[in-house]
């Protein structure tokens, strides 16, 4: 019996733009997990929605999908046994000026004094959350 799991992977919309997309496959792929499902997607705001639903009524919500949509974002589907925790270890801190060198965000983001934060990559954080995210990015 196999304990793999998935996890779903944004490349964010300042990922592909800084041309960001190989270096995080590349580190997803040196540390052995498996790319499942890939494609190229604009995010609408309706996506977006249901995606980020647990931020909807925050007041960066308005700002996170101005960032989200302003160009499109790398979707991926990753597998392997513990590849959530793994993933949102090697993404670091939601505030790349907080993530820890050796991190995707603390290697590669910074704070481009535009307000919102450019992070780079999300990760689900849960079990529950990639069944969920995968359905709404690939069902
Ligand atoms: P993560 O992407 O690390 O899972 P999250 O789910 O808490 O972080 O937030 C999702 C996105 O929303 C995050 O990548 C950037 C934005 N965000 C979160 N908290 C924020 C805050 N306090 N101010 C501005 N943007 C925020
Ligand atoms: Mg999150």
């Known amino acids: 019996?196999?304990?793999?799991?998935?996890?779903l992977?944004?490349?964010?919309?300042?990922?592909?733009?800084?041309?960001?997309v190989?270096?995080?496959?590349?580190?997803?792929?040196?540390?052995?997990?498996?790319?499942?499902?890939?494609e190229l997607r604009q995010a609408t705001a309706e996506l977006l929605a249901a995606h980020y639903a647990e931020h909807v009524a925050k007041p960066f919500y308005p700002a996170l999908v101005e960032y989200m949509t302003a160009g499109p974002v790398v979707a991926m589907v990753v597998e392997g046994a513990q590849v959530i925790t793994a993933f949102r270890t090697m993404a670091g801190a939601t505030d790349p000026i907080k993530a820890a060198p050796g991190t995707i965000r603390g290697d590669l983001g910074r704070d481009w004094g535009t307000g919102e934060i450019r992070n780079i990559v999300h990760g689900s954080d849960s079990p529950e959350s990639a069944a969920r995210e995968i359905a709404l990015w690939f069902g």
Not at 9 to 20: I, S, T
């Open 9 to 20: 992977v944004l490349v964010k919309p300042d990922g592909v733009a800084r041309g960001l």
């Open 22 to 38: 190989g270096e995080v496959i590349s580190r997803i792929e040196a540390r052995g997990y498996v790319i499942a499902k890939l």
């Open 1 to 7: 019996m196999s304990n793999s799991e998935q996890i």
